[in-house]
């Protein structure tokens, strides 16, 4: 590389540079290169697009200015996942969704060199059947407004010129001019809260871990995710690695920390490999490393992988695991801020968070303060996952309502389906009803009804879903991921998901609802970490709000979603049936009896609800009922 | 039988290697954990009390570790480790028969994960961050969204055969 960017005027003139050197770039085609789209195959499509147009620079002249060059590029995420994979055309501003390596030729022959549309790869509405073929137009996006995604899907992630040609870099340069209390300072007066669940403002943790006068203090970056069903902050650190790193350099410089940590789950290799890309790029331009920028400020940034344990994203595990401990946590105080990594003072935070830093430090607070709601500014990532029409990553300014992010965003319910519930903020979360559609979604309104932004994961749940199983779900979990240090959290959870499969296998009875209430808030009371005392969550929310529900299945002996094995009635369709015997051949209890050619008949009675017989009808005539 | 200091050194040439590149410090045992799992697929016991005496650590402290974390196994894995993400999204999008197709297709009865030839381990896992394909499953890391009952069928019948073939 060579290049050094050792002061502002080099990094203002590496940006001019990139800028111009993008500028160039007449189209730029970028293929969604995050976990998804791959996984769909989008690697074997860029090579194609990148082999299609290599030759055909001067042919391409639709752009009044004539093309200088095509630019074929991998970005991360572009958030549409379901979609994937996803192609996307600049500066047109055309996405293609469920591109195959087949439809490589015409998106070159028709799009690229004659500038038109190809209807049958746009994205289609599946209730209003539309065609949306701009990308910001599809409603997915339109409702959406991205800063911590602001460059996911747009740049290459593993090309740092094309981050220093979005600003990259900037924000630490601006930080560098200003004292370590005006960088907090801006941070608090944002009124930016962390992102990792919790929601404590940012800025006040900065200025605790600011105050400790020790000489070695550390900040890390929390990217553990262990959150089921969320994965924005994989997504920020596949597809914009260089605005993590950056967030976490000004946290550095802000709270007196050299050292940086980036702790990432071992189930995100991609993330490990972009971060990885990432900080040696930036220590070749000398963005990391001694004197940076010229200053005093000196910051290296080291990745630590996890090994699987989900107790290991509480921040007092976390760095017992970067210890190289078993991820136990431990009880605060003492805070981090005051005594973390290696008894030194250490700022601890999630990687949206971060993300979020570097545009506050150029924009400014008010510009922060803007967007959300009074208490809670700014944005926040969902993934918005299940039963939706449009499952993906999304960015929205917070105090939407929940309404508004499923329909509007998420493009309600698949299938033309009822909805049942929403799951939000993970194990920790809660499920919230139909009711609660109008609810606006911020840190504060959240927990009054006894849910959580959580890291926010958004699992929609249609009316085939049963919520008792999804309760038992949630503790099977929690129970698993226990690290057993305390005895409410160990115990406990272990007697409530026995209650819950009690009740899920149809031997529950109407005292254990009252028990598992009991217990739920003994171990909400007593645990030590954030997992046990949030463990109980979804089930005192599912009791909440689908008591009927339990009550159905202990009294009446029913799953009303026709979801749990043991409570499932069978019979047989006699419009399907075409009397063929197959299944009461299987019936090892002689449950099914009839004559060939007729409808059988199926002895509820008898039933022990094997299955056997639908995995044997070749016409789907034995159903739930 | 007591193996030497240095014809133990020998034996654990690979596990050396890797002590040395990450260096002895406690903090680097995750890592080193992690390597010499990759390279024998699994951490056998008289390895990790190896470690223990080479990184100067006591055997309950790597013990410890190794079974803490859920990516180490104690036990040989397949030559195959099928993944069945079981996070909240996949969960309500029906991985379990999913789950239920393969343990069937590839013969695993009971507690069993790994198949007796030690072609297939099949296990579960909370979350691949790769929802809005849900039910995700991975195959060695290689990522498959959107599994149906039949869809992993037919991916498993082709890794057999190719298996067969070899
Ligand atoms: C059981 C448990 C798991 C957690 N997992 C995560 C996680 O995966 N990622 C994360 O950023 N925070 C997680 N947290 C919250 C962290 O402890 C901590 O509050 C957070 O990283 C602080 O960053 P923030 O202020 O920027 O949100 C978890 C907390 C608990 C109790
Ligand atoms: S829940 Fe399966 S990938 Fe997230």
């Known amino acids: 590389m060579g290049l050094k960017i050792d002061s502002k005027k080099a990094l203002d003139a590496a940006k001019e540079k990139a800028r111009q050197r993008m500028e160039n770039e007449t189209i730029r085609i970028l293929i969604c290169a995050g976990t998804g789209c791959v ?81 049958r790869l746009a994205y289609k509405h599946p209730v209003s059947g539309e065609i949306y073929p701009i990308e910001k137009e599809i409603p997915f996006y339109k409702n959406q407004t991205r800063i911590g995604l602001m460059n996911c899907g747009v740049i290459d992630p593993e090309d740092l010129e094309e981050y220093l040609a979005r600003d990259g870099y900037q924000a630490i340069a601006k930080a560098l001019t200003m004292s370590q209390q005006e960088v907090v300072d801006i941070i608090k007066a944002s009124g930016l809260r962390g992102r990792g669940g919790g929601g404590f403002p940012t800025g006040l943790k900065w200025q605790f871990a600011l105050d400790e006068e020790r000489e070695q203090k550390y900040v890390i970056c929390n ?39 980036i702790y990432v789950r071992a189930e995100y290799p991609l993330a490990v490999k972009r971060l990885k890309k990432a900080i040696s ?41 970067i210890e190289g401990e078993r991820g136990m946590p431990r009880p605060k105080p003492p805070f981090p801020a005051q005594r973390g990594l290696w008894g030194c003072p250490t700022t601890i935070n999630n990687v949206e968070t971060l993300a979020n830093v570097p545009n506050i430090i150029l924009k400014g607070a008010d510009w922060f303060r803007k967007l ?40 309600g319910i698949k299938d033309n389906k009822k909805f049942k519930a929403v799951q939000i903020g993970g194990p920790s979360g809660g499920c919230l009803t139909e009711e609660h559609l109008d609810l606006t979604l911020d840190f504060d309104s959240l927990s009054q009804v006894g849910a959580m932004i959580g890291s926010g994961g958004l699992v929609v749940m249609d009316e085939d879903t049963c919520i008792v199983e999804v309760a038992r779900f949630f ?13 409410l959290c160990r115990e406990g959870t272990k007697r409530m998901l026995e209650i819950l499969q009690r009740i899920v296998d149809g031997k529950g009875e109407l005292k254990d609802i009252e028990k598992l209430e009991d217990i739920a808030s003994a171990v909400k009371d007593g645990s030590l970490c954030g997992l046990g005392k949030t463990a109980p969550n979804p089930v005192l929310t599912t009791l909440k709000y689908f008591r009927d529900e339990y009550i159905a299945h202990v009294v009446d002996k029913k799953c009303p979603a026709g ?63 | 039988m007591a193996l030497t200091m240095s014809a133990l050194q020998r034996k654990f040439e690979k596990v050396n290697e890797i002590i040395e590149k990450y260096g002895k410090k406690k903090s680097s045992l995750i890592a080193i954990l992690q390597e010499i799992q990759e390279e024998y697929r699994y951490l056998p016991e008289e390895i990790l009390t190896y470690v223990a005496t080479a990184m100067d650590l006591s055997p309950a402290t790597v013990f410890g570790v190794a079974t803490f974390y859920a990516q180490f196994s104690l036990e040989p894995k397949g030559k195959y480790i099928i993944r069945v993400c079981d996070g909240t999204a996949c969960h309500v ?9 393969i343990r069937k297709k590839v013969g695993l009865k009971g507690d069993r994960k790994t198949t007796d030839d030690l072609n297939f381990t099949v296990e579960t896992v909370s979350c691949l961050g790769a929802c809005g394909l849900a039910p995700v499953v991975t195959i060695n890391d290689k990522v498959y969204g959107q599994m149906t009952p039949e869809a992993i069928e037919l991916i498993l019948d082709q890794l057999m055969k190719e298996e067969d073939g070899q």
Do not use: W
């Open chain 2, 93 to 101: 999008r029906g991985s379990m028969p999913v789950y239920n197709a």
């Open chain 1, 39 to 119: 996984a769909s195959g989008s690697l074997d499509i860029a090579a194609a697009l990148k082999e299609a147009t290599k030759d055909i620079k001067a042919e391409v002249t639709f752009i009044e200015d004539g093309c200088k060059s095509i630019a074929v590029k991998t970005s991360g995420c572009h958030g549409f996942c379901a979609m994937g994979p996803l192609v996307r055309i600049e500066p047109l501003g055309v996405l293609y969704t469920k591109v195959t390596v087949d439809d490589v030729e015409e998106i070159v022959e028709t799009t690229i060199k004659k500038g038109e549309i190809i209807e």
């Open chain 1, 281 to 321: 790029d930036a220590q070749a331009y000398g963005l990391l490393g001694e004197n940076i920028l010229g200053t005093d400020f000196s910051f290296k940034v080291i990745i630590k992988e996890g090994a699987g344990a989900f107790v290991c994203g509480e921040e007092t595990a976390l760095m017992a695991s």
């Open chain 1, 372 to 411: 959300g709601t009074e208490n809670s500014p700014g944005t926040k990532t969902f993934a918005i996952t299940g039963d939706v029409a449009n499952t993906g990553l999304i960015e929205v300014p917070m105090g939407l309502t929940l309404r508004e992010v499923i329909y509007d965003v998420g493009g």
């Open chain 1, 563 to 625: 979801i749990c094995e043991a409570l499932k009635v069978y019979g047989i369709n006699a419009d399907k049936c075409k009397g063929c015997s197959k299944c009461s051949r299987v019936c090892p209890v002689g449950a099914i009896s009839g004559e060939i050619k007729k409808p059988f008949i199926l002895d509820t009675e008898k039933c022990i609800k094997c299955g056997a017989c639908v995995e044997a009808c070749p016409f789907d005539a034995v159903e739930v009922v």
């Open chain 1, 223 to 261: 990217g553990d995710e262990g959150d089921p069903g969320a994965f924005m902050d994989r997504s920020i650190m596949e597809g914009d690695p260089h605005k993590v790193i950056e967030g976490l350099m000004i946290a550095g410089y802000a709270t007196g920390a050299d050292t940086g940590y």
């Open chain 1, 475 to 487: 503790m099977e979990f929690t129970q698993n991921e226990s690290c057993g240090k305390c005895v």
